[in-house]
């Protein structure tokens, strides 16, 4: 199984719902990662789960909220977005993660398309 | 701090024929990785190719290769044979060699493929 899973699909949320954003591995990997991408723009890295810690947050506002609860399971927590969080949220995975330095590679799901209204 | 540059933000291809995309980069680093992704309509990203700036041989993956001029800080994507399915967003990204390094991507190329 060399699949990242997300769910949903597609998530639609006003500003003062909660919700949460889920991806899944069964690769055995030790890093999982949450990206953000809008359109026809590069990802941005938003957090790293190394071995299970938070080891990366960029800044990212509270109202994003991540969680690892074991090595194979990767949560993102929405609570009052704002319209301009409307985007793709991509989840990704890698053997090491930050120990493993440059040489890791990146396993990425198929993300979450996210509509704030 | 690192810059990954794609100059190209559209290319398009006939199917069967080559086409070859750019990138440059700007690194003060010795040790570090260059990696082609690919992101079809699907919206998945896919690693297409990764170099190791250490090895002087180009990398190669099937239909896909790499040019890469260390000197001058360039790493180009060769797609021969396109097909349909290469339709997709290309994304050019660039790793330090060391732990906890983070993956710094270009703005991306917009192949078409043309039947």
């Known amino acids: 199984d060399t699949e990242v899973t997300q769910t949903p699909k597609h998530l639609v949320m006003g500003m003062t719902n909660k919700k949460s954003l889920k991806c899944e591995q069964h690769?055995?990997?030790?890093?999982m990662y949450w990206y953000k991408q809008k359109a026809k723009k590069p990802p941005e890295l938003m957090f790293v789960?190394?071995?299970?810690?938070?080891?990366i947050n960029e800044s990212v506002p509270s109202r994003f909220s991540p969680e690892c609860p074991n090595s194979s399971l990767l949560n993102l927590h929405l609570h009052a977005l704002q319209p301009e969080d409307s985007a793709l949220y991509l989840c990704?995975?890698?053997?090491?993660?930050?120990?493993?330095?440059?040489?890791?590679?990146?396993?990425f799901g198929s993300g979450t398309q996210l509509s704030v209204l | 701090a690192q810059t990954v540059t794609q100059s190209q933000p559209e290319m398009s291809v006939q199917e069967a024929e080559t086409v070859t995309l750019s990138c440059t980069y700007d690194?003060?680093?010795?040790?570090?990785?260059l990696f082609w992704y690919k992101q079809p309509p699907s919206r998945q990203m896919i690693l297409v190719i990764r170099?190791?700036?250490?090895?002087?041989q180009n990398a190669t993956e099937n239909r896909f290769s790499v040019n890469f001029q260390k000197a001058a800080k360039s790493f180009s994507l060769k797609i021969s044979d396109s097909q349909l399915g290469d339709a997709a967003m290309y994304f050019c990204?660039?790793?330090?060699?060391?732990?906890?390094?983070?993956?710094?991507f270009g703005e991306g190329t917009q192949l078409t493929v043309n039947p």
């Open positions: 690769m055995g990997h030790r890093a």
């Open positions: 170099q190791e700036a250490y090895k002087q």
């Open positions: 990204a660039y790793k330090v060699g060391t732990s906890g390094s983070r993956l710094t």
């Open positions: 990704a995975s890698s053997q090491e993660g930050m120990v493993g330095g440059g040489r890791e590679k990146l396993f």
């Open positions: 690194t003060s680093e010795s040790d570090y990785y």
């Open positions: 789960y190394s071995y299970e810690k938070l080891s």
